[in-house]
């Protein structure tokens, strides 16, 4: 029976992993062609047109700057010519002193290593510099000089430039997707809070809490992907005309995060709330209608900010403003029927979190506390 068991188990693993593997493929067909057209083109130009001999470094730096990575292009192309010119030099300066063998490669990979973290934080960076300074210390130097490797550098990241503004990926796509996640994610855990309340169930006001505390590599991998999207809107003439909708993304995500860490001081006040029953049955029922609302209003909101067309995101983004709107006139202890102090304290600190909902929305700060009702 046991061994059935774990067979049907290991059949579902193995299907799942080839279909996310082939969906994962399907996603990355593009990328990958646009990868081999760069870094064939990048390694033909180099040998036939510079006449450098096996130029892989011209093929292996548009790859990297190409690559699947949030980062800008335009950064990792930057770290790769600078990390393999500086390498090289350094290289042969110390080679020049200390002479080629295994103990000079291991001193000048340590200085190199620790010069590339000097001068900056990049990986990429300081990869490249540290390789490129062995390789001049361990093989010897390509025809036309060890700067050869460094020029071939700079033709692969000028290749994938090239790419990147001729063969613009839409910009929007990726934020889109992510700012999606993350008001999923807030949706869930005020969901959560809300279920929490209505079963007086202090360790399921906790598991929101980890939940929202979970939600801080989204908001990092969406800021990543608004900085290489700015960057491909910047560069590519067909998508300048999408900026203006980037850097609004951008500002939502800043409300959006202050969202997030709100809804976790709001979680963590609720879990004391609970264990010490500082609320009664009917403002229980009031604040968990809320928070139900609220996550409503919020996939009313990640409908517009993920959506491509303009009259369409602005109907979604009226239709969540008011929303919101509605329900953040009601914060008021006294309007949620709550009497004791420790009560009060868990409305009070939605209201912050509301007003950062609305401003995310497109309203003005002024605006959106101005809707909540005086204390």
Same mark, same amino acid.
């Given at each position: ?33 646009? !990868?081999? =057209?760069?870094? =064939? ?81 990049? =990986? ?25 490797? #460094? ?16 063969? *613009? ?19 869930? =855990? ?26 801080? *590599? ?18 590519? *003439? ?41 609320? #009664?049955? $009917? ?21 517009? +900010?993920?959506? #491509? ?16 709107? $509605? ?5 008021? *202890? ?7 102090? $420790? ?10 979190? !509301? ?7 497109? !309203? ?7 809707? +909540?009702?005086?204390?």
């Amino acid at each position: 029976m046991a061994p059935a068991a774990g067979l049907s188990a290991g059949k579902r693993f193995l299907h799942g992993r080839i279909r996310t593997g082939l969906i994962r493929s399907r996603n990355s067909l593009v990328p990958a062609l646009q !990868m081999t =057209v760069c870094a =064939v083109a990048a390694y033909a130009f180099a040998e036939y047109v510079l006449g450098h001999t096996g130029p892989l470094f011209a093929a292996t730096s548009s790859l990297i700057a190409l690559g699947f990575s949030r980062e800008p292009r335009l950064r990792r192309v930057v770290e790769v010519g600078l990390g393999c010119t500086i390498g090289i030099a350094v290289g042969d300066l110390l080679l020049h002193w200390l002479g080629s063998g295994i103990w000079q490669a291991a001193v000048v990979l340590l200085f190199s290593i620790l010069l590339a973290r000097f001068l900056d934080s990049g =990986v990429i960076f300081t990869t490249q510099l540290a390789l490129q300074s062995v390789l001049v210390v361990l093989l010897p130097a390509p025809a036309g000089g060890p700067f050869t490797r #460094s020029i071939d550098a700079v033709v692969g990241g000028v290749c994938a430039l090239l790419v990147t503004i001729l063969m *613009p990926k839409d910009p929007r796509r990726e934020p889109r997707r992510d700012v999606q996640k993350l008001l999923h994610e807030l949706a869930e =855990v005020l969901r959560e809070c809300a279920d929490a309340m209505v079963n007086s169930d202090s360790s399921q006001a906790w598991h929101a809490l980890i939940r929202g505390r979970n939600c801080q *590599p989204l908001v990092d991998a969406m800021r990543q992907s608004l900085r290489a999207s700015g960057e491909v809107a910047t560069l590519a *003439p067909a998508y300048r005309r999408h900026r203006d909708e980037l850097d609004r993304l951008k500002q939502s995500l800043d409300f959006i995060d202050l969202a997030l860490r709100n809804s976790r001081v709001f979680a963590r006040r609720l879990t004391s709330a609970i264990n010490n029953a500082a609320l #009664s049955d $009917e403002a229980t029922d009031s604040i968990a209608g809320v928070l139900q609302e609220t996550a409503a209003a919020i996939d009313e909101l990640s409908l517009g +900010l993920a959506e #491509s067309h303009d009259g369409v995101r602005r109907a979604h983004l009226r239709t969540a403003r008011r929303d919101l709107s $509605e329900i953040a006139l009601r914060l008021h *202890p006294k309007l949620l029927e709550v009497q004791r102090l $420790e009560g009060e304290t868990v409305v009070m600190l939605f209201r912050p979190l !509301m007003v950062d909902l609305l401003e995310a929305t497109g !309203m003005d700060a002024d605006e959106a506390r101005d809707v +909540l009702p005086a204390l």
